[in-house]
């Protein structure tokens, strides 16, 4: 699967997102490895602890059909800053593997990295 496609799917969905407050609109594309590619978008809410990440939205749908093996995430924005993921989301990616790929998009940067450089002490059982 060529990171352009993710990037794509991400782009794609982060259109979808429901961001009346922040107005800040993300979209994630988890590609599992047995090359499917799970979408999400932020969707908040007026009290904002019940609003949900791209990230988890993603992460949910997948395991939701089933899937638990992951191989890549790609997040983006639409803004000059990286939509770097929140601490929850880092929390729950990791739960799926501390080597996961993670690409993060802005308008104006890219980076590369994993979920054990962003969580490199992640709550473990």
């Known amino acids: 699967m060529k990171k352009n496609h993710l990037i794509e799917k991400a782009k794609e969905v982060s259109r979808k997102a429901y961001a009346p407050y922040s107005n800040y609109k993300v979209g994630a594309a988890l590609l599992t490895k047995s090359g499917k590619v799970y979408t999400g978008c932020n969707i908040e809410n007026s009290s904002y602890g019940l609003t949900n990440c791209a990230e988890r939205t993603a992460v949910f749908k997948a ?7 992951f ?3 790609v997040i983006y924005a639409n803004s000059p800053h990286l ?4 601490g929850a989301c880092r ?7 501390p080597e996961l790929k993670i690409m993060i998009v802005s308008s104006k ?5 994993s979920i054990s450089e962003l969580l490199p002490l992640a709550f473990k059982l």
């Open 63 to 69: 395991v939701s059909e089933g899937e638990m093996e």
């Open 71 to 73: 191989e890549e995430m």
């Open 83 to 86: 939509p770097t993921p929140c």
């Open 91 to 97: 929390q729950v990616l990791s739960e799926f593997g």
């Open 109 to 113: 940067e890219q980076l590369v990295t």
